[in-house]
């Protein structure tokens, strides 16, 4: 038996696909109504495929995810149908709406450096003056991004939004609500687990005049969470948040000179270091979900995700 370990990219021809669209880390595989989402390996920092696929990271994100949309569909129906594998899920076609909803809870990562910069406004938000990194907003606040296909999401303003085009006024007040009330629920599934749920980002689409909330929710790739058992006392000395997320890869990359400029190489990811952010995910999927991950059979993980895709669609 072959043992291919990790997911780096797949390049399946399905009976009946209608089209094919590899993404920063999913493979997309489009039928008449549905499709099929296959979360690989790869990640990605700074919008930018690091060259080296994370073992068990796409089922730890595919797994997270499901666990998720099933916990909020009473929220905002969603478009997931089918897990046929750890690996895949299975869900409704929708047209995608071109931006991404992020929710800011509090000030870290990208808010942070906007904010440390001097700035006061972000994506036509203001920010309160006297802030500290990681400190909680008074409120969430939305801060929306242009969805690229390639290259560097960009921050946009509501406004921006609606006046061009991108998605109707009425529509994007639903997308609104339905963001701040998902983040409302993460928030809450998250202290259970002794979580705080940072920021974090939805994707919605549209099909039939009905909008659907889609993609991945709540995993580490979107989301960021801080221990809240050591926030505050953080908080208070200055000290860097303890937390679950892809910051750590991010900071890593910073560390050894990469944020994805043009001419800046991508340091080398050691056998050690792939291993640790593997373990990292695999840390962070126990927590979030309460539950011990169990990596899916050793062998041709390839065939398997063909397999299992093959057999959902013969139904």
Request: aromatic share 10%; proline share 5%.
């Amino acid at each position: 038996m072959t043992n291919i370990s990790v997911v780096k990219e797949t390049n399946f021809k399905f009976e009946g696909q209608t089209g094919f669209y590899r993404g920063k880390v999913r493979d997309v595989y489009d039928f008449d109504d549905k499709v099929a989402m296959i979360a690989s390996d790869r990640i990605s920092a700074f919008d930018v495929i690091l060259p080296r696929p994370i073992p068990s990271k796409g089922q730890v994100l595919n797994q997270i995810a499901s666990k998720f949309l099933f916990a909020t569909k009473d929220i905002v129906p969603n478009w997931l149908v089918a897990i046929p594998d750890p690996n895949v899920s299975i869900g409704i076609k929708c047209q995608t709406f071109p931006v991404e909803m992020v929710v800011r809870g509090y000030l870290v990562g990208h808010g942070w450096r906007t904010y440390k910069s001097g700035l006061r406004t972000l994506c036509g938000v203001s920010l309160p003056e006297g802030m500290v990194e990681n400190q909680k907003f008074p409120t969430p606040i939305i801060t929306p991004t242009t969805k690229a296909h390639e290259g560097h999401d960009e921050d946009i303003s509501r406004e921006e939004i609606i006046s061009r085009g991108l998605v109707s006024e009425e529509k994007y007040t639903r997308l609104e609500k339905y963001a701040l009330a998902l983040f409302e629920r993460g928030t809450q599934m998250a202290a259970e687990k002794g979580l705080i749920l940072a920021d974090t980002k939805y994707e919605f689409g549209e099909r039939d005049g009905v909008i659907y909330l889609i993609d991945e929710i709540h995993t580490p790739d979107s989301s960021r969470y801080f221990y809240a058992d050591t926030y505050e006392e953080n908080l208070a000395k200055g000290l860097p948040q303890r937390q679950l997320s892809k910051e750590f890869v991010r900071e890593w990359l910073i560390a050894n000179g990469f944020q994805g400029k043009e001419g800046q190489t991508v340091p080398e990811m050691t056998d050690e270091k792939v291993a640790e952010i593997s373990q990292r995910y695999v840390e962070l999927y126990e927590k979030v979900t309460g539950e011990t991950f169990e990596p899916a059979a050793i062998g041709d993980i390839l065939k398997r995700i063909e397999d299992n895709i093959n057999n959902y669609l013969k139904g």
